[in-house]
């Protein structure tokens, strides 16, 4: 058995998080990681990081390839990996900052950060590492942390507009959480892509686990809008179109997403897609409705080239 090093987790909430469902993917994950014989793994749609951080603490993989369209979240990323003792100072005196003052007077603190944060977008490098990205990550760990259901959502301008959270306490730094992280990303490299730079990087004895933005499920239901970025049809088919050309080169390949047959039983989007692989359902227990009577039970789809 693999020993277990570290203890690392999600340091950020994000839409589509993996959290929930890690026991279920487990069991689907290719024989050849659970032996030991996969030395490389790449997440080409990181978000959360759930799956990496479980896949890189339970299995013996040497280096991780980590990348996402996001570079707000990818910059998050690298401030951890290099600079995370700086990154727990700047949180720190937000976060005392904000535990010192009444309800009223955090939600006009929460405004005045989100509108610094935004004003200060345009200053920011992002292809580029510099001091000034330890600010910036600590800010956005601080309004994911306290914003309204822990959302990343930017609009078409880039501008974070998510509002205020009202938690009582929210858990806005966890140092050995984010040590840990750190010593964790020692072993990966983490840049800002599109998901096609994959097949510019692998090579052979990877595992590559794709978790693209959900096809929306109803027309009302939003799950896409992770940033100014829309991931539509035509993105999933692009994705479809790699996973075929990557799945003959050896490589093990896993990517989920939602089913539409949870509204449409007729709905074969991802069949017709990915005929020929292997494709699996799993319980989510996500909302779909916000119809109480409607919620429920739903499907989640695995497809695996193995
Ligand atoms: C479902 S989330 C990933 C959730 C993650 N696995 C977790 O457990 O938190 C999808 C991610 O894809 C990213 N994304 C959207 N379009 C992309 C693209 N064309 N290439 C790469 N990443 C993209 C979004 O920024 C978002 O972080």
Not at 5 to 23: I, N, R
Not at 166 to 186: A, C, F, G, T
Not at 280 to 304: S, V, W
Request: hydrophobic share 35%; proline share 4%.
């Amino acid at each position: 058995m693999h020993q277990i090093l570290v203890k690392a987790k999600p340091f950020l909430k994000w839409a589509g998080g993996k959290g929930q469902l890690l026991e279920q993917i487990d069991k689907h994950l290719p024989i050849e990681l659970k032996k030991g014989k996969i030395k490389y793994y790449y997440e080409p749609f990181l978000g959360g990081g759930a799956v990496f951080f479980h896949i890189m603490q339970k299995y013996p993989i040497q280096f991780s390839y980590l990348s996402d369209l996001n570079e707000e979240l990818i910059l998050v990323y690298s401030v951890l990996q290099k600079s995370v003792e700086q990154l727990i100072n700047e949180l720190t005196k937000l976060s005392n900052e904000y535990y010192k003052i009444d309800e009223t007077t955090r939600e006009e603190y929460f405004y005045s950060i989100r509108h610094a944060f935004n004003e200060k977008r345009s200053k920011i490098d992002f292809d580029n590492y510099s001091a000034n990205w330890i600010e910036r990550a600590s800010e956005t760990i601080f309004l994911n942390r306290t914003c309204y259901n822990g959302l990343f959502r930017l609009n078409k301008n880039g501008a974070f507009n998510v509002p205020f959270g009202r938690y009582k306490n929210p858990r806005i730094l966890d140092e050995d959480n984010l040590r840990n992280v750190s010593k964790l990303l020692e072993r990966a490299k983490i840049f800002k892509a599109d998901f096609a730079e994959v097949k510019n990087i692998i090579d052979k004895d990877f595992f590559i686990y794709f978790d693209p933005p959900y096809r929306p499920i109803s027309k009302t239901a939003s799950f896409t809008s992770y940033s100014k970025y829309d991931f539509i049809d035509a993105d999933q088919k692009r994705l479809a179109r790699l996973f075929r050309e990557l799945s003959h080169n050896g490589n093990k390949l896993l990517l989920s997403n939602s089913d539409p047959k949870n509204e449409n039983p007729n709905d074969d989007f991802f069949e017709e897609l990915y005929g020929g692989f292997n494709i699996t359902r799993i319980d989510a227990n996500r909302m779909i409705n916000c119809n109480a009577a409607k919620r429920g039970q739903i499907k989640e789809l695995l497809i695996t080239n193995y």
